[in-house]
């Protein structure tokens, strides 16, 4: 069974700070891991791709790999009230003709107050 | 940028019917399309992985013969939900995989709301 999971929220930060989100998975062979931003009623978009172990940074986002752990996490620095939302980790467990396929966890819901 | 569509954006339907969903991909083409469904406060769950001009394969879980599948060219997947009922309403999303990318980057559609009265 490949599991995904996050950190339980919801979490709330004030405007400016930094939020953390925590992704942890199953599947050793998983190469590949993704971070999505979900608001209610839409569909998924995609913040941040990451495959290989450290970290890679996107403007105020910054994602960090450990395959060793099987561990991965989201920092939002200077965190803004557009960033409340649910995110989403997903973590690619296909390979060959099925890449791309993505188990996702049960999301982190984020809030942040002005 | 790569654009997903996905129509109807919102169907109500009798139980019993059957309702199909189409995903597209407006502006490139797509070898590999998949189809996820999100219930209320839950994330998305993979149902099916669709390659063009093969059979889908199904999560395990997921009955494909009341989830059908069809990838009948590069730019379009179809779901057709057969008998729906009530515990199918949910939130299909579809996403499409570019062909000429060895990533397993994917761009979602906007998603389908399905409820089944």
Same mark, same amino acid.
């Given at each position: 069974q490949k599991e995904v999971e996050q950190n339980s929220g919801p979490l709330s930060v004030p405007e400016g700070a930094i939020a953390s989100l925590n992704c942890t998975y199953?599947?050793?062979? *998983?190469?590949s891991f993704f971070w999505y931003r979900q608001y209610s009623g839409k569909s998924p978009e995609l913040i941040m791709s990451i495959y290989s172990n450290g970290d890679k940074e996107d403007g105020r986002f910054t994602a960090q790999l450990n395959k060793a752990s099987q561990y991965v996490s989201l920092l939002i620095r200077? *965190?803004?009230? *557009?960033?409340?939302a649910t995110y989403l980790c997903a973590v690619n467990i296909g390979r060959? *003709?099925?890449?791309?396929r993505l188990y996702f966890g049960r999301g982190t819901q984020l809030t942040v107050w002005p | 940028g790569a654009v997903v569509s996905q129509h109807p954006s919102r169907v109500i339907c009798k139980s019993g019917t059957s309702v199909k969903i189409e995903c597209r991909s407006l502006d490139f083409q797509a070898t590999t399309m998949f189809w996820y469904r999100q219930f209320p406060k839950q994330s998305l769950m993979l149902m099916a992985t669709s390659n063009e001009g093969s059979k889908a394969t199904y999560e395990q879980g997921v009955e494909k013969d009341k989830f059908l599948i069809n990838?009948?060219?590069?730019t379009l997947s179809t779901l057709t939900v057969t008998s729906?009922?009530?515990?199918?309403s949910s939130f299909y999303i579809c996403s499409a995989r570019p062909?000429?990318?060895?990533?397993?980057t994917q761009y979602f559609g906007p998603g389908t709301r399905l409820t089944v009265l």
């Open positions: 199953s599947d050793r062979g *998983s190469q200077d *965190s803004q009230p *557009s960033d409340s060959g *003709s099925t890449l791309g | 990838h009948a060219s590069l729906a009922h009530p515990e199918d062909w000429e990318t060895s990533r397993d």
